[in-house]
């Protein structure tokens, strides 16, 4: 399996990327937003898409959307198809994603909204915390794009403070001030096992 950033030559999957989004949406009664072929073709022209080939046949997908003058990203339409779920592809494909994103965008932070508890059990293990929506970002270009989704009049009755997504968000300067705490607290626990040492050899 070769997981790599999308390129002009994977724009001929994005007609396949497009209607298996929408299917699996239908299939499984989520609200996915749908993605026309043009947008996908935009993403993958950007550079801000990743792509799963198995040699020439498309496994899977998931791209990269900016927001706020990039202070925000979210990666969105992840996607495997049917004969490749269940081995661990998703994952995959989230994780060089969230890594791409980190690298391309650093001090940007990552969110999502998901209703699919796979996905948040990853993005959990990445680093991710669930959130209210307003810790996302306000960008109303972003939520316009829940329009084609079937729950969006729940989003709207709530003045977009709530849906049936999950909002998640990883923070890289939380995330740097928690390894800076957790790394000070290792740093004194040593000291204290050290001095207990001692003294016990002193005795």
């Given at each position: 399996m070769n997981i790599v950033i999308a390129g002009?030559?994977?724009?001929?999957?994005?007609?396949?990327?497009?209607?298996?989004?929408?299917?699996?949406?239908?299939?499984?009664?989520?609200?996915?937003?749908r993605r026309t072929p043009e947008y996908i073709v935009s993403k993958i022209e950007n550079k801000n898409a990743i792509i799963a080939l198995d040699?020439?046949?498309?496994?899977?997908?998931?791209?990269?959307?900016?927001?706020?003058?990039?202070?925000?990203?979210?990666?969105?339409?992840l996607i495997v198809a049917p004969e490749y779920r269940g081995k661990g592809l998703?994952?995959?494909?989230k994780t060089k994603i969230f890594d791409y994103s980190r690298e391309k965008y650093?001090?940007?932070?990552?969110?999502?909204?998901?209703?699919?508890?796979?996905?948040?059990?990853i993005n959990y293990e990445l680093g991710y915390k669930p959130v209210t929506f307003s810790e996302l970002t306000d960008d109303p270009?972003?939520?316009?794009g829940?329009?084609?989704?079937?729950n969006y009049d729940v989003l709207t009755r709530t003045d977009h403070k709530m849906c049936l997504?999950?909002?998640?968000?990883y923070d890289p300067q939380a995330d740097a001030e928690e390894k800076t705490y957790d790394n000070a607290v290792m740093s004194r626990l040593n000291k204290i096992k050290q001095s207990l040492f001692l003294n016990k050899k002193k005795a």
């Open positions: 002009k030559s994977h724009i001929q999957y994005a007609k396949q990327i497009s209607e298996l989004i929408a299917s699996s949406a239908q299939v499984r009664g989520t609200g996915i937003a040699g020439d046949v498309f496994a899977g997908f998931c791209y990269i959307e900016v927001w706020g003058h990039n202070k925000y990203v979210a990666h969105s339409g998703a994952k995959s494909i650093p001090d940007a932070k990552v969110f999502g909204i998901t209703t699919g508890l796979p996905v948040m059990k270009a972003f939520w316009k829940c329009q084609t989704c079937k997504c999950t909002g998640m968000l």
